[in-house]
């Protein structure tokens, strides 16, 4: 079994910054791709972020820019830095990470979501 556990999420004004932090820990033989989703009330969840075990990023298009990923594959550990915060950036902010826990298999988890909120 392998938890996720998010932290780093709070109440900021627009323009401020946050950085976002997911550890993962339990039964864990390597961890593949790690990432961030983001789900606004009403909304669908949706890709903020992602990056390989190897390094290789993905940014959406609305947060290119101001949004960096990155990991330490030592801590088992992505990080979202968040700059140029705007209110729509306002949502539950989702850690997601494709974990093999043996050579063969992998499986996906989820942390328990950490709201972010940006002020005008």
């Known amino acids: 079994q392998v938890q996720l556990v998010e932290s780093g999420g709070g109440l900021v004004q627009a323009g401020g910054s946050l950085r976002l932090s997911c550890a993962a820990s339990g039964r864990i033989f390597s961890i593949n791709a790690m990432g961030w989703h983001r789900q606004a009330p009403g909304k669908q969840r949706e890709l903020v972020a992602a990056?390989?075990?190897?390094?290789?990023?993905n940014i959406v298009d609305s947060v290119k820019g101001r949004f960096t990923i990155s990991r330490d594959n030592a801590k088992n550990t992505v990080y979202l830095q968040m700059n140029s915060l705007k209110p729509e950036d306002t949502a539950v902010y989702y850690c997601n990470a494709d974990v093999r826990d043996s050579y063969y298999h992998s499986s996906d988890y989820w942390g328990q979501g950490t709201q972010v909120t940006v002020s005008s």
């Open positions: 990056i390989t075990s190897t390094g290789s990023t």
